[in-house]
C-alpha cells in the first residue's frame, strides 16, 4: 500500500509514503530463526551479565533511481534484561512514516525488512548485529488515493 | 595548622633548582597527557575520541555522565541503527543520537537523519534553520564503547567552576611538593 503525499515532515516536495504492516516473531534468548550472538560462540545467550538493554529496530533496506542505498527504520523497541525475550508481534503499523526521498518507492520490487539490535552493555563495546532473517516486499506500481490507514 | 606551618617551611627550604625540578616534571606529566590524547584523535579519526553524554535523549541506554568512546574512519559506511555524534553547523555541542534514516547515493554522498531514543521526534528541530538532512561532515565520531558514570565528574566542573579551580589547585600543590625521597 503506498500513496503519493506532501512530506511534510521534511522538504516541502511530493515525495513516496510508504505503509507497511508486519509481523514479527522473534525468539532472541534461544538464538532460533538464526538470531545469534558473537558474544560466546557455542551458548547461544544474549542476555548476559553485561547487557543492560537490547535496541531492536526493523528497517527496510532498498535501492532507487534517486539513491543506491536507502536504509529507513520502521519500527523500533527497547527490551530490558528481564524483559520477555520473546517477541511475537502480528499485524503492526509502521511506528516511524516510511517516507522515500523522492518517489523511488513506486514499483520498487525489492524492499528488504530486516531487524537487527544493538546491544547495550552495562559497560564495554556497542555492537550492532543483524538477524538472519529478512523478508522481501514489493510496492505496487500505482498510487492509493483512498484514506485506509 | 602546624602541618600547614611545616608544608611553608618545605617550600622555603626548597632552592632553586629543586623547584625547577618540579616543574619540569610538571611539565612532563602535562606533555604526557596531550601526546596520549592526540594519539587518540589520530587513531580513531574523530576531532573528539571520547565525548560525555549531556542529555537523558537516549535513555534508558546512556545517562547524563556516560562516557563514549568514539571512532571516526573514513570508510565506514553511516547505517541505520548505529549512534552517532555529531554537531549541528554552527554550534559547539555534541549530540549523541541514533540514525534512523539514510539516503546514499551511488558516489557515495550520503544524508541522513537521527533521533533521540529517549525522544518523540526525530532531531529536525534541532537542525539548522531549513537543514533536513545530516551529512559525513557533521558527524564527530560513531559510538563504539561506553563506560557509565565516568563523566560526571566533567559535568561537575562546568556546571561548579569553583570545584574545578579547587581540584586544580589541588593538584597543582600535590605535584610541585611532592617530593622524591
Request: aromatic share 12%.
Amino acid at each position: 500500500l503506498r500513496k503519493n503525499v506532501e512530506d511534510f515532515t521534511g522538504p516541502r516536495e511530493r515525495s513516496d509514503l510508504g505503509f507497511v504492516t508486519f509481523d514479527i516473531t522473534a525468539d532472541i534468548l534461544n538464538g532460533k530463526n538464526g538470531l545469534q550472538t558473537f558474544w560466546k560462540k557455542n551458548t547461544l545467550i544474549i542476555f548476559d551479565w553485561n547487557v543492560k538493554q537490547l535496541f531492536l529496530y526493523l528497517s527496510a533496506e532498498y535501492s532507487t533511481k534517486n539513491n543506491a542505498l536507502n536504509q529507513v527504520v520502521l519500527w523500533d523497541k527497547i527490551m530490558l534484561r528481564g524483559d520477555n525475550p520473546r517477541l511475537s508481534l502480528k499485524d503492526m503499523k509502521s511506528k516511524y512514516f516510511f517516507f522515500d526521498d523522492g518517489n523511488g518507492l513506486k514499483g520498487n520490487r525489492n524492499i528488504t525488512l530486516t531487524l537487527s539490535w544493538n546491544v547495550v552493555p552495562n559497560a564495554g563495546i556497542l555492537p550492532l548485529v543483524t538477524g538472519s532473517g529478512h523478508v522481501s516486499v514489493p510496492f505496487p506500481d500505482t498510487y492509493e488515493t483512498t484514506k485506509s490507514y | 595548622p602546624g602541618a600547614a606551618m611545616d608544608l611553608f617551611g618545605d617550600l622555603r627550604r626548597m632552592n632553586k633548582r629543586q623547584l625547577y625540578y618540579q616543574v619540569l616534571n610538571f611539565a612532563m606529566i602535562v606533555s604526557s597527557a596531550l601526546m596520549i590524547w592526540k594519539g587518540l584523535i589520530v587513531v580513531t579519526g574523530s576531532e573528539s575520541p571520547i565525548v560525555v553524554v549531556l542529555s537523558g535523549s537516549m535513555e534508558p541506554a546512556f545517562h547524563r555522565g556516560d562516557l563514549l568512546f568514539l571512532t571516526n574512519f573514513h570508510d565506514d559506511p553511516i547505517r541505520a541503527g548505529e549512534i552517532v555524534v555529531f554537531k549541528v553547523e554552527g554550534r559547539d555541542i555534541p549530540i549523541v543520537h541514533r540514525v534512523i534514516k539514510v539516503h546514499e547515493k551511488g558516489n557515495g554522498n550520503i544524508k541522513f537523519l537521527t533521533k533521540g531514543d529517549n525522544n518523540e521526534v526525530d532531531d529536525r528541530g534541532l537542525y539548522k534553520e531549513g537543514q533536513n538532512w545530516l551529512e559525513k561532515k557533521d558527524v564527530v565520531g560513531r559510538a563504539r564503547g561506553f563506560l557509565p558514570y565516568v563523566g560526571m565528574v566533567t559535568i561537575i566542573m562546568n556546571d561548579y567552576p569553583k570545584f574545578k579551580y579547587a581540584l586544580l589547585a589541588v593538584m597543582g600543590a600535590y605535584v610541585l611538593l611532592k617530593r622524591e625521597s
